[in-house]
């Protein structure tokens, strides 16, 4: 039987917003397993279970970068929110981004090895990433990036540092903005139902299909309860069929049909997004202490 600690619990109860209780219940059934027992409990629970899923905790900041018609978003991660505020890591980050945007860099390895001067550092970008993590003491690194060509209109979008949107459109820059907006409130997958990747569809299949055989209803009742969850679950991750953050008597698609303006695709990094990092069990941590301070009494 896996060891089920009290940091396990917290991080479930962080994802899925469930009762401690529940989530201890959920993780003893999934033997440990973080994502099964996240699915048990909205099996168990309904979608409210999911609504916290986003949280992450890793630190970091998203951001864009424009160069001509070009443009570039970059997360950067690092360990702790204090270095996120540091002048220097903001301006590696700013930096990176825009040798994104006028070089197209292919990978990050190739990113790191652009001409980069910072801080006394150089004269790569990777360079400067070395010397700062020694000036500022905390590890730092480039996750991801996404570089746009220009062959597309481009608006982008900047929750603060951690959820970055860029848009892809033809037709009206004030429409766009408002959907680059909606996507960082929203945070839809696709852009349509028939976008939505095909994993993310059978997850859903799966748990409404727990749910009917919970439900004890009939076959074909239970089918149409499964195929009426699977397509609710279409309409609410895709974007041209979510209500309008703004307007929620229209879709986007409306909205956008309105303004006479068509959105071609769209990126949205949010910071720590799929990392899982390690929950410390500190009260295990603390048991321990007192424990050995103890035998060395």
Do not use: W
């Amino acid at each position: 039987m896996a060891n089920i600690t009290a940091g396990m619990v917290a991080e479930l109860r962080a994802k899925t917003d469930a009762p401690m209780m529940e989530c201890k219940k959920a993780l003893t059934e999934a033997e440990g397993d973080m994502v099964k027992a996240e699915e048990l409990l909205r099996v168990k629970l309904g979608s409210k279970a999911s609504k916290a899923s986003a949280r992450v905790t890793a630190e970091g900041v998203i951001t864009i970068a424009t160069h001509g018609k070009a443009a570039a978003i970059l997360e950067v991660n690092c360990e702790t929110d204090f270095v996120t505020k540091n002048d220097s890591f903001l301006a590696l980050s700013n930096g990176a981004a825009a040798l994104i945007a006028g070089h197209n860099p292919s990978d990050i390895n190739k990113l790191s090895e652009l001409a980069y001067s910072q801080d006394g550092f150089g004269p790569t970008l990777e360079d400067v990433r070395k010397g700062l993590i020694g000036k500022i003491g905390e590890n730092m690194s480039f996750r991801r990036f996404h570089y746009f060509d220009g062959g597309n209109q481009i608006t982008s979008y900047l929750h603060g540092t951690r959820i970055g949107v860029v848009v892809e459109f033809a037709g009206e820059e004030s429409a766009a903005r408002d959907v680059a907006m909606h996507i960082a409130a929203m945070k839809p997958v696709s852009l349509t139902s028939a976008d939505v990747p095909a994993e993310l569809i059978e997850r859903e299949r799966s748990v409404a299909t727990a749910k009917a055989a919970e439900s004890g209803k009939p076959a074909d009742i239970a089918s149409k309860m499964i195929e009426g969850s699977v397509q609710k679950y279409l309409k609410e991750v895709s974007l041209f069929n979510q209500p309008f953050v703004k307007n929620d008597k229209q879709t986007v698609e409306q909205m956008l049909s309105a303004a006479k303006t068509s959105v071609k695709s769209f990126t949205i990094y949010v910071v720590g997004e799929g990392i899982e990092r390690k929950v410390d069990d500190f009260a295990a941590e603390v048991a321990a202490q007192v424990a050995a301070a103890k035998q060395t009494a």
